[in-house]
């Protein structure tokens, strides 16, 4: 299709002066629409819902207190509504042919590129995160329409490689490390991870060997011996205590199927007197409210009640709620983690995966803008280059974890959850969310919001742990 | 190690000749067959300090030359948590009390700890580490511990980032060990911090868990009615600058929260933001609060007209919410 390049940058400049003006942009955008018949729903809503977004939120901070208080805070995110708007702009210019979508087969090379080929030495960093580097590249592949692709070999040589950071600490107590090599200690965040990993690739041809080479006893004393009397869990030997590790634990508990009263006393406690006055929780008593721990702190919880309706005796869940919703920013799209910080394509995960499950706790069909925050994720996590991998925000570089997290915040957008009951009643809450698609014609998998594994894994792993 | 390649460690004035290296695996970057599954290209350097390393933990060895390796080790990899752990082993051990100069081993830690954490601020593992240093030393040479340094460091990492999450929640800690509630200067440190950037939440939370966190920790039985109503003034006087700041809106509704106060006493104050409605200042915090006053007037119709104005005008990237809050008044 070659459009009259005169007409076509005409069209553009008008659409950019109506802009700038503030005019509403009905017109220019219903001649992008006629213009491109050819284009497939979603593309134009997107198109309209990016114009929608930039004419009716205003820049987070008025003019009188940028220019009375002026601070650190104002700065930076003036900077960052001036990039992301910029970037709403450039696309909207190009018209409806040109809004972004997510570009699959780039981000899954990029994710089979690093599976497949060792890291360069500037990667070093690495080094005490493996187990996680595994996750979040298997995971990310999975949402990304590939948990059916993984073969044999790879599965074969996922499972090695886990168990390579699988560390005796005693004779008596064992988990993963997250560093190459003997002698490593074992830690709770590596072993979720190494966990995870395996959740995501047990079948009915390698489940034995899996089980075969889990110590699950030694998994159970080495938690046991993390446990602390108020009911956190150190990370590991001489490490720190907060929400994440309580998170992580409760996840390798309830997968192994090592519940006891022992390592869950006084954990709901604990993780409640971490939901803050702000309503989300901070890592550790009296933190700030972030969304990372906000995810792990709810999810902790719903790893250990038996119904949705119980967390209305525990915590706040409107606080928390109201809290949630917050984090969205009406111009960007995207989440932040805290009150006043920046927008961050990770926190489509920990704030978005919040959502479906407030949404279930609630019976509410919709809490945050899933088509808002897709915007931010396809216009500003994405290189527009040849090169795949999803990033924090447009001036970021690309890394592992942020193409893990924000393709799971994708899969969130075009999704929604709800409540198995029968599996609910036999199996516990956290491992009967189910989900659909909002749109057939999405590419990506669907994602559990309490394990961040592909629905359904979770209470598959569990139930291959049970079979001989 | 082979005489003819250097070594990082030839200038490290210790003798590590003794040591049989456990090696690395290699990596064949030419292996096209296996998934590498991130395995990493490490460099000679790495290969040489980690080989060197795990023989002496394997050994359990706590000695300067150990000390030394965890140094060169962390300054290449900061979130190296093994090697932080078997530092502190070492430290324990160098500054027992038999030792003649224990207690500057651990005060010169703590030097260290700050240069570390200078260069690494996002760092997971060093600020606990520092409070692992720090109960040592009072441990064993309470004298020596000069609370007046950690006022120093923290300062200026909070300068260099005024939210930095570990150090917020690392000077929290220190606090709480050294009951610095009511210490003028931790007050008014906070208190400025705020000043200079009213959307600082990482200070207002810092001042919250000061005014109100004994009380949440079950320290107190109460709190002052005089530091009730200085906290709401200083709220207001806040808000009255910048009507649209959530940081201060949430600090004013967390006072009302966590004391179980009637914000029905707050409308006069809250209606001053919602009768005037500026341009580009609307406050969503203040039309919120309003539409919970109103349910509590038990007017529930006023209450869905101020969710409407939010849904339809005020704040549309939340419709879905506040139509959520809508429906929620049908069923009170
Ligand atoms: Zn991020």
Same mark, same amino acid.
Request: net charge negative; aromatic share 12%.
């Given at each position: 299709? $070659?459009?009259?390049?005169?007409?076509?940058?005409?069209?553009?400049?008008?659409?950019?002066?109506?802009?700038?003006?503030?005019?509403?942009?009905?017109?220019?955008?219903?001649?992008?629409?006629?213009?491109?018949?050819?284009?497939?729903?979603?593309?134009?809503?997107?198109?309209?819902?990016?114009?929608?977004?930039?004419?009716?939120?205003?820049?987070?901070?008025?003019?009188?207190?940028?220019?009375?208080?002026?601070?650190?805070?104002?700065? $930076?995110?003036?900077?960052?509504?001036?990039?992301?708007?910029?970037? +709403?702009?450039?696309?909207?210019?190009?018209?409806?042919?040109?809004?972004?979508?997510?570009?699959?087969?780039?981000?899954?090379?990029?994710?089979?590129?690093?599976?497949?080929?060792?890291?360069?030495?500037?990667?070093?960093?690495?080094? !005490?995160?493996?187990?996680?580097?595994? +996750?979040?590249?298997?995971?990310?592949?999975?949402?990304?329409?590939?948990?059916?692709?993984?073969?044999?070999?790879?599965?074969?040589?996922?499972?090695?490689?886990?168990?390579?950071?699988?560390?005796?600490?005693?004779?008596?107590?064992?988990?993963? !490390?997250?560093?190459?090599?003997?002698?490593?200690?074992?830690?709770?965040?590596?072993?979720?991870? $190494?966990?995870?990993?395996?959740?995501?690739?047990?079948?009915?041809?390698?489940?034995?060997?899996?089980?075969?080479?889990?110590?699950?006893?030694?998994?159970?004393?080495?938690?046991?011996?993390?446990?602390?009397?108020?009911? !956190?869990?150190?990370?590991?030997? *001489?490490?720190?205590?907060?929400?994440?590790?309580?998170?992580?634990?409760?996840?390798?508990?309830?997968?192994?199927?090592?519940?006891?009263?022992?390592?869950?006393?006084?954990?709901?406690?604990?993780?409640?007197?971490?939901?803050?006055?702000?309503?989300?929780?901070?890592?550790?008593?009296?933190?700030?409210?972030?969304?990372?721990?906000?995810?792990?702190?709810?999810?902790?919880?719903?790893?250990?009640?038996?119904?949705?309706?119980?967390?209305?005796?525990?915590?706040?869940?409107?606080?928390?709620?109201?809290?949630?919703?917050?984090?969205? +920013?009406?111009?960007?799209?995207?989440?932040?983690?805290?009150? *006043?910080?920046?927008?961050?394509?990770?926190?489509?995960?920990?704030?978005?995966?919040?959502?479906?499950?407030?949404?279930?706790?609630?019976?509410?069909?919709?809490?945050?803008?899933?088509?808002?925050?897709?915007?931010?994720?396809?216009?500003?996590?994405?290189?527009?280059?040849?090169?795949?991998?999803?990033?924090?925000?447009?001036?970021?570089?690309?890394?592992?974890?942020?193409?893990?997290?924000?393709?799971?915040?994708?899969?969130?957008?075009?999704?929604?959850?709800?409540?198995?009951?029968?599996?609910?009643?036999?199996?516990?809450?956290?491992?009967?969310?189910?989900?659909?698609?909002?749109?057939?014609?999405?590419?990506?998998?669907?994602?559990?919001?309490?394990?961040?594994?592909?629905?359904?894994?979770?209470?598959?792993?569990?139930? +291959?742990?049970?079979?001989? | 190690?082979?005489?003819?390649?250097?070594?990082?460690?030839?200038?490290?004035?210790?003798?590590?000749?003794?040591?049989?290296?456990?090696?690395?695996?290699?990596?064949?970057?030419?292996?096209?067959?296996?998934?590498?599954?991130?395995?990493?290209?490490?460099?000679?350097?790495?290969?040489?300090?980690?080989?060197?390393?795990?023989?002496?933990?394997?050994?359990?060895?706590?000695?300067?030359?150990?000390?030394?390796?965890?140094?060169?080790?962390?300054?290449?990899?900061?979130?190296?948590?093994?090697?932080?752990?078997?530092?502190?082993?070492?430290?324990?051990?160098?500054?027992?009390?038999?030792?003649?100069?224990?207690?500057?081993?651990?005060?010169?830690?703590?030097?260290?700890?700050?240069?570390?954490?200078?260069?690494?601020?996002?760092?997971?593992?060093?600020?606990?580490?520092?409070?692992?240093?720090?109960?040592?030393?009072?441990?064993?040479?309470?004298?020596?511990?000069?609370?007046?340094?950690?006022?120093?460091?923290? /300062?200026?990492?909070?300068?260099?980032?005024?939210?930095?999450?570990?150090?917020?929640?690392?000077?929290?800690?220190?606090?709480?060990?050294?009951?610095?509630?009511?210490? /003028?200067?931790?007050?008014?440190?906070?208190?400025?911090?705020?000043?200079?950037?009213?959307?600082?939440?990482?200070?207002?939370?810092?001042?919250?868990?000061?005014?109100?966190?004994?009380?949440?920790?079950?320290?107190? /039985?109460?709190?002052?009615?005089?530091?009730?109503?200085?906290?709401?003034?200083?709220?207001?006087?806040?808000?009255?600058?910048?009507?649209?700041?959530?940081?201060?809106?949430?600090?004013?509704?967390?006072?009302?929260?966590?004391?179980?106060?009637?914000?029905?006493?707050?409308?006069?104050?809250?209606?001053?933001?919602?009768?005037?409605?500026?341009?580009?200042?609307?406050?969503?915090?203040?039309?919120?609060?309003?539409?919970?006053?109103?349910?509590?007037?038990?007017?529930?119709?006023?209450?869905?007209?101020?969710?409407?104005?939010?849904?339809?005008?005020?704040?549309?990237?939340?419709?879905?919410?506040?139509?959520?809050? /809508?429906?929620?008044?049908?069923?009170?």
């Amino acid at each position: 299709m $070659a459009p009259d390049t005169t007409d076509d940058d005409r069209d553009k400049k008008i659409a950019k002066l109506q802009f700038l003006i503030g005019l509403t942009n009905l017109q220019t955008s219903q001649q992008s629409k006629s213009k491109s018949k050819s284009k497939s729903k979603p593309k134009l809503d997107r198109f309209d819902s990016i114009l929608e977004m930039l004419e009716t939120s205003k820049p987070q901070i008025p003019q009188v207190e940028q220019e009375t208080y002026p601070s650190r805070t104002i700065n $930076a995110q003036l900077q960052v509504e001036k990039n992301v708007i910029g970037i +709403y702009e450039n696309f909207l210019e190009k018209g409806s042919n040109n809004i972004p979508e997510i570009e699959t087969l780039k981000h899954v090379q990029y994710v089979r590129f690093y599976l497949q080929n060792p890291l360069p030495v500037e990667m070093l960093g690495y080094d !005490s995160l493996h187990t996680w580097t595994i +996750y979040w590249l298997l995971n990310a592949r999975c949402t990304l329409g590939g948990y059916d692709k993984i073969s044999k070999v790879e599965k074969d040589a996922i499972i090695d490689k886990v168990f390579s950071f699988w560390m005796d600490e005693t004779d008596a107590i064992g988990g993963f !490390s997250g560093s190459d090599g003997e002698y490593q200690l074992p830690h709770i965040a590596s072993s979720y991870a $190494a966990l995870l990993s395996l959740v995501i690739i047990i079948d009915d041809d390698n489940y034995k060997r899996i089980k075969k080479n889990l110590d699950v006893e030694k998994i159970h004393q080495w938690l046991l011996s993390l446990k602390q009397p108020d009911g !956190s869990f150190f990370m590991h030997t *001489n490490g720190e205590t907060d929400v994440r590790a309580m998170y992580c634990a409760l996840v390798i508990i309830n997968l192994l199927g090592i519940k006891d009263e022992k390592l869950t006393e006084n954990c709901i406690e604990w993780l409640v007197s971490c939901q803050n006055y702000e309503g989300g929780f901070g890592g550790d008593l009296m933190d700030e409210a972030h969304g990372g721990y906000a995810f792990c702190g709810l999810n902790a919880l719903l790893l250990l009640i038996d119904t949705p309706k119980q967390l209305y005796d525990l915590i706040d869940v409107d606080s928390l709620i109201s809290w949630m919703v917050k984090r969205q +920013y009406g111009m960007e799209g995207g989440f932040s983690g805290r009150t *006043n910080k920046l927008v961050d394509g990770c926190y489509s995960t920990w704030v978005g995966a919040l959502s479906p499950l407030l949404e279930v706790v609630t019976g509410t069909e919709e809490l945050i803008n899933r088509e808002k925050l897709q915007n931010y994720i396809l216009c500003c996590c994405q290189d527009p280059g040849k090169f795949g991998g999803f990033k924090d925000k447009p001036t970021m570089r690309c890394d592992f974890y942020h193409t893990n997290y924000v393709s799971c915040g994708l899969s969130f957008c075009n999704s929604f959850h709800f409540i198995d009951e029968d599996i609910m009643k036999e199996d516990g809450l956290a491992f009967s969310f189910k989900a659909a698609k909002l749109d057939d014609d999405c590419p990506l998998g669907l994602v559990d919001p309490v394990f961040t594994v592909p629905i359904g894994a979770p209470l598959r792993f569990k139930k +291959y742990m049970k079979r001989e | 190690m082979p005489n003819e390649k250097s070594s990082v460690l030839q200038d490290s004035g210790f003798d590590y000749s003794d040591i049989t290296p456990i090696p690395l695996k290699t990596i064949d970057p030419n292996d096209l067959k296996t998934p590498a599954l991130c395995d990493i290209l490490y460099s000679d350097d790495y290969r040489e300090l980690i080989s060197l390393l795990r023989p002496l933990m394997k050994a359990n060895e706590h000695s300067q030359r150990a000390l030394y390796l965890t140094d060169m080790i962390i300054e290449r990899i900061a979130g190296h948590y093994t090697v932080w752990s078997y530092r502190y082993n070492i430290l324990e051990t160098l500054s027992s009390k038999d030792k003649s100069n224990g207690s500057s081993e651990l005060t010169n830690e703590l030097a260290w700890c700050e240069e570390v954490a200078l260069q690494n601020p996002k760092n997971y593992q060093i600020w606990h580490y520092r409070g692992l240093i720090i109960d040592l030393l009072l441990d064993r040479y309470p004298d020596q511990f000069d609370i007046e340094g950690e006022y120093k460091i923290l /300062k200026h990492m909070l300068n260099e980032d005024n939210k930095n999450y570990h150090v917020w929640s690392y000077r929290r800690l220190f606090v709480e060990k050294f009951d610095l509630f009511d210490k /003028k200067e931790e007050l008014q440190f906070v208190r400025d911090k705020i000043n200079e950037d009213m959307r600082n939440n990482s200070a207002w939370n810092h001042l919250f868990f000061l005014k109100f966190g004994r009380y949440k920790l079950k320290l107190q /039985k109460t709190v002052d009615d005089s530091v009730v109503s200085d906290e709401i003034s200083f709220a207001k006087e806040l808000i009255s600058k910048a009507p649209t700041n959530p940081s201060s809106w949430n600090y004013l509704n967390g006072i009302y929260k966590i004391l179980k106060k009637n914000i029905i006493e707050l409308k006069s104050f809250v209606t001053q933001f919602t009768n005037l409605v500026y341009e580009d200042s609307v406050s969503v915090y203040a039309f919120e609060l309003l539409a919970e006053i109103h349910v509590l007037e038990k007017d529930l119709e006023e209450s869905k007209k101020v969710y409407e104005l939010l849904a339809k005008t005020l704040d549309p990237v939340r419709v879905n919410y506040w139509e959520y809050k /809508k429906a929620q008044l049908t069923v009170v």
